[in-house]
């Protein structure tokens, strides 16, 4: 089996699923992908749907409903954040079509480099990670809708055409953070598997093409980085959406929050619903700052793997300086939304100070 089928075979459900939904809008062939233009189809009749559905209900929520200025201005925001987000996934689809097809050869052609110096992808361990992790985000997603429903229906506050809204906005949002982060744990684990080659290299006592094998893994290590600088061109612009609507998300929620809690009659089946339509967006942002964040440590880790290494001649002492260099050189490129901003750990940090602040001027606003 070719390493193409080995890698569409471990990724089918996870494809499958992007192409249901119409975040991919191409399907493999035994050789090679292809695009596919009855799903290119349905994301240009979704858009037009789901433009048209979201504009009567910002219809709505201006003209029928009486609610107060502060409360009806955030329900707005949530709405055209909603539709922003959702119809940006299917209009990236059919734009970055291509290069998300040249995201997956590369990452194939590096398989079969991979294979070549007798390393091995855990295609079925990856198969099965994204099957998991895939079940598990859905059934938290599943969870806080019908939570959210219950509490909608009980306080009498359930508005059917927002939460068509709301449950699009989760399903997507899951699926886009799932497709990326799948994507980058796919790098993660090639990291690993190169940086266990170069360990094991110097420790072998057969010296043997050692030093064709340390070159082969220095400019496979140097096409990962080029790998990771192709999902920041296909996935930037998602991922400045994603984390933009999560800011203002979870600042609205926090909102509400405090809002119920500083008034007389304080309702916790009504915040515990709130902190439940929140926690998605907690869980997909620490999702991926993590997985972003791991992934760029281990591609540093090669920077301590090539200063353990004892030097026995000089070519080879050479190619490893050299290569010590690259990875010196590269250190600090990594994930980033559109180069706006990198995507790490202290990501989190910088999006829950912003969210602090504006959730004061909030208060403050409405008071």
Not at 77 to 87: A, L
Not at 211 to 234: A, P, Q, S, W
Request: aromatic residues 12%; hydrophobic residues 45%; positive net charge.
């Amino acid at each position: 089996m070719s390493p193409f089928e080995k890698y569409t075979n471990s990724i089918q459900i996870l494809l499958g699923h992007n192409r249901i939904l119409g975040i991919a809008v191409f399907t493999p062939t035994k050789t090679k992908f292809r695009k596919s233009r009855s799903q290119c189809f349905f994301n240009i009749v979704a858009i037009l749907l789901f433009t048209a559905y979201c504009t009567y209900t910002i219809y709505l929520k201006t003209t029928v409903l009486k609610e107060g200025p502060i409360f009806q201005s955030t329900e707005l925001i949530m709405v055209v954040g909603n539709y922003i987000y959702v119809s940006s996934a299917w209009v990236l689809a059919l734009t970055n079509r291509e290069k998300m097809q040249q995201l997956h050869c590369k990452i194939i052609d590096f398989d079969a480099n991979l294979e070549k110096i007798g390393g091995c992808v855990g295609y079925e361990k990856q198969r099965r990670r994204g099957l998991v992790q895939m079940i598990t985000r859905y059934a938290l997603v599943v969870f806080v809708t019908l939570y959210v429903f219950v509490v909608r229906v009980y306080l009498r506050g359930f508005e059917a055409y927002t939460e068509i809204v709301r449950t699009v906005l989760n399903v997507y949002k899951t699926a886009t953070c799932l497709q990326s982060v799948q994507i980058v744990l796919m790098i993660q684990q090639r990291f690993v598997e190169l940086n266990k080659i170069l360990g094991e290299l110097f420790v072998k006592e057969i010296e043997q093409n050692r030093l064709k094998v340390l070159c082969d893994i220095c400019d496979m290590h140097k096409n990962l980085e080029t790998v990771v600088k192709h999902f920041n061109l296909v996935f930037g612009t998602q991922m400045v959406l994603f984390f933009g609507l999560t800011f203002v998300s979870i600042a609205i929620c926090c909102f509400y929050i405090i809002f119920a809690v500083m008034s007389n009659q304080m309702d916790y089946l009504f915040i515990m619903g709130i902190v439940l339509f929140s926690l998605p967006f907690y869980s997909d942002m620490l999702y991926i700052c993590v997985a972003c964040d791991k992934t760029m440590a281990e591609a540093n880790n090669t920077q301590k793997i090539l200063h353990s290494i004892r030097m026995p001649d000089s070519a080879t002492s050479d190619k490893i300086s050299m290569f010590f260099f690259q990875v010196v050189a590269t250190k600090k490129s990594g994930f980033s939304g559109a180069k706006l901003f990198p995507i790490s750990i202290s990501l989190i940090a910088s999006i829950s100070a912003a969210i602090t602040t504006y959730t004061i001027l909030l208060v403050q606003a409405t008071n």
